[in-house]
């Protein structure tokens, strides 16, 4: 088996129809910048050598503390407090 790794391979590629895969492909397909789905998707072997192989260096780079081109994380959004309207009485 360890022949037919692929660069970052640590898993058995799991089937096409497997549900794990078809999310992580979908995502990485979507949101290309998707740290989990580039992880997911170079750690099960389920992209193209040329592919694996870039994301691998990406990945590596990233876990290693070099960055590598990881999104910004998001701004906090401050929950806003809903004011009660007052019922009219007549």
């Excluded at 999310?23 to 992880?39: D, G, H, K, N």
């Excluded at 750690?43 to 590598?68: C, F, I, M, Q």
Aim: net charge positive; charged share 35%; glycine share 10%.
């Amino acid at each position: 088996m360890a022949e037919d790794l692929k660069p970052g391979q640590k898993h058995p590629t799991p089937t096409p129809g497997n549900g794990d895969r078809v999310f992580y492909e979908t995502l990485l397909r979507q949101i290309p910048e998707s740290v989990m789905a580039q992880e997911w998707c170079v750690a099960y072997g389920v992209l193209p050598d040329e592919e694996a192989s870039r994301l691998h260096r990406l990945v590596t780079k990233r876990k290693k503390g070099g960055g590598g081109g990881a999104p910004e994380p998001l701004p906090s959004r401050e929950k806003k407090k809903k004011k009660k309207k007052k019922a009219k009485r007549s």
